[in-house]
């Protein structure tokens, strides 16, 4: 077997993608926070159980509303900036 086989055997036995999550959870007087993650499901539940001191703690925010997933971490980061840069009406959840 070539060397660039063996290479590419030995990448995939160990590949472990990383996902990472942009998320929005609301409130209903339809408060938002967004947020990036690399496991929703931990940090939701974090939100949830007032885990967090913070925005979310302090406005009672816990009800998710949206979640993207991401293959890079600069992919979440800059979808969180642009979600965070809408204007209050196109953030609206009806």
Not at 18 to 34: D, E, F, G
Not at 39 to 53: N, Y
């Amino acid at each position: 077997m070539a060397t660039k086989d063996l290479l590419s055997l030995n990448l995939s036995a160990n590949y472990n993608p990383v996902v990472y999550y942009v998320y929005i959870l609301a409130r209903r007087s339809r408060m938002l926070y967004t947020g990036v993650t690399n496991s929703a499901d931990r940090r939701i539940a974090e939100h949830k159980h007032k885990l967090i001191e913070g925005f979310t703690r302090r406005y009672d925010i816990d009800r998710l509303v949206h979640l993207e997933e991401h293959s890079s971490i600069v992919s979440a980061i800059t979808r969180e900036k642009q979600i965070k840069g809408w204007t209050r009406a196109k953030n609206r959840f009806d």
